[in-house]
């Protein structure tokens, strides 16, 4: 981590932005046969992320860090709970499914 005045340079900031967020939100827009290659997409995905936090805890800020970190493990909970690589996609999914009208249990 840098010490406590530094700011994080461009190219690290950069980088760290395109793999923990940029890379997860695209992911699923990459066009696959069905062979099951998805899956494995996602876990690479999540990987990177996972990297990009401890890219960022090596080379950026503290907030970069914190912020990379909470990112990271979101990434990490979408891809567990709904097979997402990203928070943000999760997040969409579960708000068009409820917002659909399709669950019946969901309607009150």
């Given amino acids: 981590m840098l010490p406590r005045g530094q700011k994080t340079s461009r190219p690290v900031f950069r980088k760290v932005v395109g793999l923990v967020l940029i ?3 695209l992911a699923p827009l990459i066009p696959l046969p069905p062979v099951g290659l998805g899956r494995l997409v996602s876990i ?3 990987a990177g992320s996972i990297y990009g936090a401890w890219y960022a805890r090596q080379h950026a800020s503290r907030g970069l860090t914190i912020g990379a970190t909470i ?3 979101l990434n990490l909970g979408s891809l567990v709970a709904l097979s997402t690589p990203s928070i943000v996609w999760f997040i969409f ?8 009208g399709n669950w019946i249990h969901w309607r009150f």
């Fill in 23 to 25: 890379i997860p939100l």
């Fill in 44 to 46: 690479a995905t999540v």
């Fill in 71 to 73: 990112i990271a493990l």
């Fill in 93 to 100: 999914q579960v708000s068009w499914v409820y917002g659909s």
